[in-house]
C-alpha cells in the first residue's frame, strides 16, 4: 500500500495490516472500474454490484465476523478524503449497510467529485431498495 493510503487508514481509525481493510482497499470487485448496471464494457449478464454481493456472502461463510468487520471498515472509510478508498466504501456500503451508512451516503450526493456523487446516489438508490426503506 501507499504511504499516503496506510497514514489515511490509520486517521480514519483502522489498521492497515487487518485483511479486511486489504481487501477493502485492494481487492474485491469493487473500485473505479465498478459498476452499478450491466454495461457493453463487461461480459453478457455481469454486473458488478450483484459480483460483490457474492463475494460478501462467500467471504461470510468462510469467516463469520467479516460483514461485520467489513462494516466498521467501510463505515470508517466513508469519511475518508481520498477519493478511491471513499468510492470503495460508498460501493461495499451498499451491500453491507444499514441506515447508519445510508445516511452518510446521502450526505455523500452532492460531493465536488462527480464520481464520488454518482456512486452515492447509485448505492442510496441500492441501500434504500435493500433495507426497504
Not at 1 to 23: C, H, N, T, Y
Not at 72 to 100: F, M, P, W
Not at 104 to 110: P, R, V
Amino acid at each position: 500500500m501507499k504511504r499516503e493510503l496506510v497514514a489515511e487508514i490509520s486517521r480514519l481509525g483502522g489498521d492497515f495490516s487487518d485483511p479486511v481493510w486489504q481487501w477493502l482497499v485492494l481487492n474485491g470487485p469493487h473500485g473505479s472500474t465498478f459498476t452499478w448496471s450491466q454495461t457493453s464494457k463487461e461480459p453478457p449478464r455481469y454486473v458488478g454490484i450483484e459480483h460483490l454481493q457474492r463475494i460478501v456472502v462467500e467471504r461470510a461463510e468462510t469467516d463469520s465476523s467479516f460483514s461485520e468487520r467489513v462494516k466498521i471498515a467501510t463505515r470508517k472509510a466513508l469519511l475518508s478524503n481520498d477519493v478511491n478508498l471513499l468510492r470503495r466504501a460508498i460501493q461495499v456500503a451498499a451491500v453491507v449497510g444499514d441506515e447508519a451508512e445510508l445516511q452518510q451516503i446521502s450526505a455523500l450526493i452532492s460531493h465536488e467529485t462527480e464520481e464520488v456523487a454518482a456512486d452515492a446516489r447509485a448505492s442510496a438508490f441500492y441501500l434504500q431498495n435493500r433495507l426497504g426503506t
